[in-house]
């Protein structure tokens, strides 16, 4: 199982881009790379998954560097509503961990 | 399309009660998964189920059971309830496209054990 590692929390402003770092030394070859969103008292929800390079969609961007021991999440323009907890999980199977995340802290 | 449905939303056992957390998806994925989430901390996986009649350990396994009913339904029993038990209990369902897992949580079932 590949352990990863976040910041525990970051705080932003409204409109600045967000960048949270996860670290993942020993992912494996096949491993893809998923983070999910968690508002209080709410399940976790899907964001953006990748494998390598960049992954964009309408809600963020993930890079990748070739040697794929980390990962960025982007959030373009965050706004209150962002405010939230953001897991990274890298795996290729049904027994994923979650750690403990990042929580951000969007600020007015 | 309801998605991850679980009952009940809530509630508060004594301790040595028994009780089975329900949850259901319609999404026909083949995986299904429960998560426990204590305050302030990640989800931590208790069991998962990668098919129908198959079930398998997760990282907090002990004091709790899993039915894979069908497709559909992924039940969790606690036996004898403990306040250790005491969390927020999440289900979950994925589709595997070539290693690609994507979970689809249920709103969850905040349960007190007493």
């Known amino acids: 199982l590949a352990k990863t590692t976040q910041p525990i929390s970051m705080d932003s402003y409204e409109g600045q881009e967000v960048n949270i770092t996860c670290s993942h030394n020993?992912?494996?070859?096949?491993?893809?790379i998923t983070w999910y969103q968690q508002f209080p008292s709410q399940g976790p929800r899907f964001i953006i998954q990748?494998?390598?390079t960049k992954v964009t969609n309408e809600v963020a961007s993930l890079f990748i560097p070739a040697d794929r021991k980390s990962s960025t999440l982007s959030l373009p323009r965050v706004s209150l509503s962002d405010t939230a907890v953001y897991y990274c999980?890298?795996?290729?199977?049904?027994?994923?961990?979650f750690g403990a995340g990042t929580r951000l802290t969007v600020k007015p | 399309n309801a998605g991850v449905t679980q009952t009940p939303k809530f509630q508060v056992l004594k301790t040595g009660q028994s009780m089975t957390l329900q949850c259901a998806q319609d999404?026909?994925?083949?995986?299904m998964y429960w998560y426990r989430q204590d305050p302030g901390m990640g989800l931590r996986l208790i069991y998962y189920?990668?098919?129908?009649?198959?079930?398998d350990k997760g990282e907090v396994p002990n004091g709790y059971n899993v039915s894979r009913l069908n497709k559909r339904e992924f039940s969790l029993r606690l036996e004898s309830a403990a306040p250790s038990q005491t969390s927020v209990y999440f289900c979950?369902?994925?589709?595997?496209?070539?290693?690609?897992?994507?979970?689809?949580f249920g709103p969850g079932t905040r349960l007190t054990v007493l």
């Open positions: 189920s990668a098919s129908e009649g198959t079930t």
């Open positions: 990748g494998y390598k």
């Open positions: 020993n992912i494996a070859t096949n491993d893809y």
């Open positions: 979950a369902s994925s589709e595997a496209l070539q290693g690609r897992y994507t979970q689809y």
């Open positions: 999404m026909n994925h083949n995986s």
């Open positions: 999980l890298v795996g290729d199977n049904n027994d994923m961990r």
